[in-house]
Nanobody, 125 residues
Framework: QVQLVESGGGLVQAGGSLRLSCVASGRTFSVYAMGWFRQFPGKEREFVAAISWYSDSTYYVDSVKGRFTISRDIAKNTVYLQMNSLKPEATALYSC??????????????????WGQGTQVTVSS
């Protein structure tokens, strides 16, 4: 089991930046990848970004490429999501996820098996 705790959400004006953090604990040696997903009110959770834990390969949804950056610090068991040039449509609950199986490159939430409680990001216009 892997436990995840996110932080860093909040209220920011359009064009501003936020950095989300997610600290993993427990069986972290079994993690293949970490990801960030977001959920808009009344909508399904959607993929935002993911990073391979050992190869450092990164993946992004097209709408955030060039503005969001995912990174990880293995020594601290922490993954980050740097979000720049934020837009009001980015307002959502952002959740960190860990994948402990090799099929995670589908980037589907079903292939990530540990989840944090989420942190709210609100971007005002």
């Amino acid at each position: 089991q892997v436990q995840l705790v996110e932080s860093g959400g909040g209220l920011v004006q359009a064009g501003g930046s936020l950095r989300l953090s997610c600290v993993a604990s427990g069986r972290t040696f079994s993690v293949y990848a970490m990801g960030w997903f977001r959920q808009f009110p009344g909508k399904e959770r959607e993929f935002v970004a993911a990073i391979s834990w050992y190869s450092d390969s990164t993946y992004y949804v097209d709408s955030v490429k060039g503005r969001f950056t995912i990174s990880r610090d293995i020594a601290k068991n922490t993954v980050y999501l740097q979000m720049n040039s934020l837009k009001p449509e980015a307002t959502a609950l952002y959740s960190c996820a860990a994948a402990r199986r090799t099929g995670w490159r589908t980037l589907q939430s079903a292939d990530f098996d540990s989840w944090g409680q989420g942190t709210q990001v609100t971007v005002s216009s």
